[in-house]
């Protein structure tokens, strides 16, 4: 089975840019997430996809970053403009989620290492 | 939401037994204690989860006592690959949250 696809791997901008990061879940998965995770952290919610929806967004800061799932599978991430304090690896997941949160397995991707200079 | 605790590191060696203790006083009925184990350079995986008493499976053991306010994560004669970071989450009707978790390394 595959996994949770992301790229890029690693990613390196200057402050005031502009990143995208892009996430294919497992085939089947209708719930997608995006973490963000600083070094010595643990993974924060950004926000979660049911399907093309929006489950939880209420991390993300919406003045800089977003996202979207349009056709209910791929997703990207965006953030414009970066700050310095955006440097993390951004890490994809995806689970079945058949609407119960105790059985909410999640599957994670590698994750993308951003460093803004 | 419940807050989880946990140590923010441990030292073991090679063939040992490793108990990684998670504190939850304020859980709730309904949550369940789930662990997820991080490897560098990696996203998180789900190891276990349980609600009372023991678990085990291929990966570890959960032991769970009657008032849940705690949990032990058991991993038996762990090897050098079994260095990470190991995350104790309780999981209810709020959304996954990860706290620092404890970061486990082996030494030969």
């Known amino acids: 089975e595959a996994g949770v696809a992301q790229s890029p791997r690693y990613k390196i901008i200057e402050k005031r840019q502009s990143v995208a990061f892009w996430c294919n879940p497992i085939?089947?998965?209708?719930?997608l997430y995006w973490y963000q995770q600083i070094l010595g952290q643990g993974p924060k919610l950004l926000i979660q996809f049911q399907n093309n929806g929006v489950v939880d967004d209420s991390q993300l800061p919406k003045d800089r970053f977003s996202a979207e799932r349009l056709k209910g599978v791929d997703s990207t991430l965006k953030i414009q403009p970066a700050k310095l304090e955006d440097s993390a690896v951004y890490l994809c997941?995806?689970?079945?989620?058949?609407?119960?949160?105790?059985?909410?397995?999640?599957?994670f991707g590698s994750g993308t290492q951003l460093s803004v200079l | 939401l419940a807050k989880t605790t946990q140590p923010i590191s441990m030292d073991s060696y090679e063939g040992q037994e490793v108990n990684i203790t998670c504190s939850h006083n304020?859980?709730?009925?309904?949550?369940?204690i789930t662990w997820y184990q991080q490897f560098p350079s990696q996203g998180p995986r789900f190891i276990i989860q349980g609600y009372k008493t023991k678990v085990t499976n291929e990966v570890a053991s959960l032991f769970i006592p009657a008032d849940r306010k705690s949990s032990t994560l058991s991993l038996p004669r762990v090897s050098l690959s079994d260095t990470a970071v190991y995350y104790c989450?309780?999981?209810?009707?709020?959304?996954?949250?990860f706290g620092k978790g404890t970061m486990l390394l082996v030494s030969p």
């Open positions: 997941a995806s689970s079945l989620y058949p609407g119960d949160r105790v059985n909410e397995k999640l599957f």
């Open positions: 304020n859980i709730a009925t309904n949550d369940y």
């Open positions: 989450l309780v999981v209810g009707y709020s959304t996954l949250t």
């Open positions: 085939s089947g998965h209708a719930t």
